[in-house]
């Protein structure tokens, strides 16, 4: 692999040119961000709560001999939670983006190293990753908030794809279409989701909103065929999203950061 100093050699001498390839190439690094300092109590309260026991927090021991704690997250998650810690990283970033005390600059700099953090362990994680769609899931929650939309349409589609009847990978791109008069797409979107997961409250809330009757859709759900209760994930407790007792409306939604 090239360093950064032999790269830069061969990048175009006009400097126009020249800013753009470097910006590209920090780009295409994907380096993603350094640990993160100064973690208050209140903080660590406020993620996961398998954070604590991941690498780099002091609780993890090693991946040859994991401490006590880990051990029971080392057997849900498999050999990817040795990365986790830059799950956590990333979610403790997020929190200090969005105080209101945080500056602009400051913000886009912290969700761009959200993103990074996430990215990391999606590149280092199986497709079959117990935790995969709650982080494509969150990584497009931040393009969004970055004014990235097709990054973010990629990343749901990911979380779609890999768990068809995980809700949030619907909820959240069909509440982006709404907001941007794309209701006919939104409507569509819904209707999928609650044909895989027909029992998602906020989907069919959605839908509601969107003029349609849930009632009236038709489950690919084979009936009598068992699945995995991956709707709010409370069976492992590992998903952040859960859906509320009374699903609201999206724009009730709208900029708040689910821990």
Not at 54 to 74: C, L, Y
Request: with cysteine; charged share 25%; glycine share 6%.
């Amino acid at each position: 692999m090239f360093s950064d100093a032999h790269r830069s050699r061969h990048l175009p001498d006009h400097p126009v040119v020249r800013l753009a390839c470097v910006i590209a190439l920090w780009g295409l690094t994907g380096v993603a961000s350094a640990q993160v300092k100064n973690v208050t109590a209140a903080e660590m309260a406020a993620v996961p709560r398998y954070c604590p026991f991941t690498h780099a927090f002091g609780r993890s021991g090693a991946p040859d001999s994991p401490s006590a704690e880990a051990k029971p997250w080392v057997a849900i998650m498999g050999p990817t939670f040795w990365h986790m810690h830059h799950y956590c990283w990333g979610k403790l970033n997020l929190l200090r983006a969005m105080r209101s005390s945080t500056t602009e600059q400051e913000r886009a700099h912290l969700l761009g190293s959200v993103v990074a953090d996430y990215w990391y362990v999606v590149q280092r994680a199986p497709r079959d990753f117990i935790l995969l769609p709650e982080i494509y899931v969150g990584m497009g929650e931040i393009e969004l908030r970055r004014a990235r939309p097709q990054e973010a349409n990629k990343a749901f589609a990911e979380a779609r794809a890999l768990k068809p009847d995980y809700w949030p990978g619907y909820s959240h791109w069909a509440d982006f279409l709404m907001r941007s008069g794309q209701k006919a797409e939104a409507k569509q979107l819904v209707r999928s989701g609650l044909e895989h997961n027909p029992d998602a409250k906020t989907l069919r809330e959605q839908y509601r909103l969107l003029g349609g009757n849930p009632s009236e859709i038709v489950s690919r759900v084979k009936e009598g065929k068992l699945t995995e209760p991956i709707d709010d994930g409370e069976s492992l407790m590992l998903f952040e999203e859960s859906e509320p007792e009374q699903a609201t409306a999206p724009a009730a939604r709208r900029g708040a950061v689910t821990q």
